[in-house]
């Protein structure tokens, strides 16, 4: 058996640009991996196919699930069978909710089962494989502080991540409303809003290089709030009036706030870890949501044993 820790990530930085002929979207963000986890066991079984538990039930446990459709398409890169396995995630990070739940868990169930299958693939093996399966699972591979662009597969780490800078020695409130947004939903609703307008795309390799040098001056300084941006905001905020209000509420406690992905939870810096635990202790809801502190974290997936 090998259990295995996979981590939540934040968009402290998403900028959506055109639709690809692949019908993705090119994209530009700052994604930072957090400490709060999903744990997954992977042990061998005596007989055929995966068997796949969860502990939240709103989780699918059949072939639709990323977990199951990473290890078939590693068995299939490494041109071997899945044989028995058994599978089970206890699921920690909310569902639906902008954090790379199941591209963590996804991209956890490739680095275990290399292990467990004892293949020779190299992590470049790995990448291609997750940016097959989804847009996030490349970055919850090795995850830390990245800026990651294209459709979410070319990933750059910063030269000094948020865990790693002196400057940035605090943590974050994270807040989870009880409303799900499908990502797909987030995305039509955001084109449906740019349709509206007349977009000049600007030069996306301009855009990279000034966001890449504004971001890793902000870290070197602990500033990096100040650069916080997602395009995702107007159009959610606009249909999900309570989601609106929460964020407005997160606004008015901590100073800032920010939707994470294509939402639903948001989140604000906090400098220090004092701060942090503070604000989220003395949050009060106003549409069901929950406030729980959160820390940066260098890597996307931990064995644990």
Known sequence: MIRVRAYAKLNLFLKIYDLRPDKFHNLVSIMQSVDLTD?????????????????????????????????????????????????????????KGGLAGGSADCAAALIALRDLWKLELEDGALLSIGAEL?????????????????????????????????KCAGGFMLVVPPTDIETPVAYGLLDIDRSKQELDWKDIAEDYSLIRDSWMNAISTGEFAMLFCNDFETPVYNVWQELADIYNNVRNHAGHALLSGSGSCMFAWLPSVEEAMRATETYNPVAGEVAIAVFPAKSGVEILE
């Open 134 to 166: 989804g847009s996030d699972v490349p970055f919850c591979i090795i995850g830390g502080t990245m800026l990651v662009s294209n459709r979410g597969e070319r990933l750059e780490p910063m030269a000094e991540g948020i865990s790693a800078s002196a």
């Open 39 to 95: 744990v997954l066991d992977f042990e061998l079984t005596d007989g055929e196919g995966i068997t796949l538990t969860c502990s939240n039930d709103q989780v699918p446990v059949d072939e639709t699930n990323l977990v199951w459709r990473a290890a078939a398409a590693l068995a299939a890169r490494a041109d071997r069978d899945v044989g028995g396995l058994k599978i089970h995630i206890e699921k920690n990070i909310p569902v």
